[in-house]
């Protein structure tokens, strides 16, 4: 039976150090056209992200876009290595979707500008 109580609390702590380092952290941004959910799908702590979940609804239509991103960070002196967070980065083709840290929502289409909204975080 000690032996089992043992293997018990050992799963325990396991599943709890890794729920807790796949730790997701969710940011909701709320434009006057649009609402984006944002999930960093990364291991807590880490600077950057590459595994990033955009959910766009429209609040005109309803309807939805999921899309996979990064993080975006300015670069420190070297030029390599991360400096401050700048916001998200996704694309769908030629269409991309940045995601400001400051709320902005930016979606361009090559050169073309297709949406830019100020947004607040909840």
Not at 25 to 54: K, S, W
């Amino acid at each position: 039976m000690k032996r089992f109580t043992n293997l018990a609390a050992i799963a325990a702590l396991t599943l709890a150090a890794s729920t807790h380092a796949h730790a997701q952290a969710e940011q909701t941004l709320e434009t006057p056209g649009f609402t984006v959910r944002i999930t960093q799908q990364c291991e807590e702590g880490n600077v950057t992200c590459d595994d990033v979940r955009y959910v766009g609804t429209s609040k005109k239509s309803g309807k939805a876009i999921t899309l996979r991103g990064k993080t975006m960070h300015s670069l420190a002196a070297d030029g390599v290595t991360p400096g401050a967070f700048q916001g998200y980065v996704f694309k769908s083709g030629r269409v991309s979707y940045t995601v400001f840290a400051d709320g902005r929502l930016v979606v361009t289409e090559g050169r073309k500008t297709l949406v830019n909204q100020r947004g607040e975080w909840k």
